[in-house]
Nanobody, 115 residues
């Protein structure tokens, strides 16, 4: 069973930065695509950023230029560097991995942007 473990969330002031980490239980290059999603209270889960096996990245318009997704195979990890955070970025952030039609989720990490 694939396991994804997120960390790095917390409380940060507007304009601040956080780096989220997602560590997988197996080689991340086994996955067709990995990514980060977020869900704010009362809202649907939405895509934040993805990276596919070839290294091609995709970002939600709302985070382009502020967030960066990158990975390290040796550490079996995918990170989400988040800069210039605003209260609108407050949400639970979830790591996602897809392989052969199956999708796996981490337990999530909370990001709260507030002064």
């Amino acid at each position: 069973q694939v396991q994804l473990v997120e960390s790095g969330g917390g409380l940060v002031q507007p304009g601040g930065s956080l780096r989220l980490s997602c560590v997988a239980s197996e080689n991340i290059f086994n996955f067709n695509i990995m990514g980060w999603y977020r869900q704010a209270p009362g809202k649907q889960r939405e895509l934040v950023a993805t990276i596919n096996v070839g290294g091609v990245t995709n970002y939600a318009d709302s985070v382009k230029g502020r967030f960066l997704i990158y990975r390290n195979g040796a550490e079996k990890a995918v990170w989400l560097q988040m800069n210039s955070l605003s209260p609108e970025d407050t949400a639970g952030y979830y790591c996602d991995a897809q392989i052969l039609g199956r999708e796996y989720w981490g337990q999530g990490t909370q990001v709260t942007v507030s002064s």
